[in-house]
């Protein structure tokens, strides 16, 4: 069903020349074209990595999944259990077909009373001038050392000041009162199930891309 889904939704996509130093990149489903890219440029299909990365998670049950989509960008988000179906987990999977984002793994846990999604780890698995981390690295996900990370949070203190705080305005609405509540959270684990919390679990292009801001702010430091 899933690869149904990407197949349906997300077109293959071909570049052609424009001129020495620049590409375009176009659907191949309606021949429009979606971006412009340097010369150096490597096309990396979300289409056919997405499918690549689920053959290596077919041990895994999935629970659920979300698949959202634009002209250019694609996320890929699954919730999953671990074989012995004892630890839940989630794996958020984005690409885009020029520069505006490199191939990410965003991996983590979610709550199952409240369902808020806690992004533990990310990995580059792939960027789209050259490579970086070894695929083989990147597609090996360890569910027992994501739940030791969930943990470690909550040892992790309070850091967050002025500036901080600026950064998650983007994310969520911050006033007087929210502001003294989240300085009162004693660790980085009950920020960031206070932001999510306050977040609107619409599934959409905007949540994920919250979600990978808030990692940024908060886990990756």
Same mark, same amino acid.
């Given at each position: ?154 040892? #992790?203190? *309070? ?5 901080? +705080? !600026?950064? =998650?305005?983007? &994310? ?29 679990? #619409?599934? *959409? ?5 919250? +979600? !990978?801001? =808030?990692?940024? &702010?908060?886990?990756?430091?």
């Amino acid at each position: 069903m899933i690869i149904k889904d990407i197949e349906q939704k997300i077109p293959y996509y071909y570049t052609k020349e424009i001129s020495e130093d620049f590409l375009g990149i176009y659907s191949q489903k309606s021949h429009k074209l979606v971006s412009v890219v340097s010369s150096k440029y490597k096309l990396v299909q979300s289409r056919d990595l997405f499918k690549e990365i689920l053959l290596q998670l077919k041990d895994y049950n999935f629970i659920k999944y979300t698949l959202k989509t634009n002209y250019k960008t694609h996320y890929l988000y699954l919730r999953m259990e671990f074989p012995g179906y004892t630890q839940k987990f989630m794996m958020i999977l984005v690409n885009s077909v020029d520069k505006s984002n490199a191939v990410k793994f965003l991996v983590g846990v979610y709550e199952q009373l409240c369902a808020n999604d806690l992004i533990i780890t990310s990995w580059i698995y792939f960027k789209h001038i050259g490579q970086t981390e070894e695929k083989s690295k990147a597609l090996k996900i360890f569910p027992g050392s994501i739940i030791m990370q969930y943990k470690a949070l909550e040892n #992790k203190p *309070n850091f967050l000041d002025e500036r901080i +705080l !600026q950064r =998650l305005k983007g &994310i969520i609405y911050l006033d007087e009162k929210i502001t003294k509540e989240i300085l009162a959270l004693p660790n980085i684990y009950e920020v960031y199930n206070y932001v999510t919390s306050k977040m609107t679990k #619409k599934y *959409n292009m905007t949540y994920f891309q919250k +979600l !990978q801001s =808030l990692y940024n &702010i908060l886990i990756r430091r």
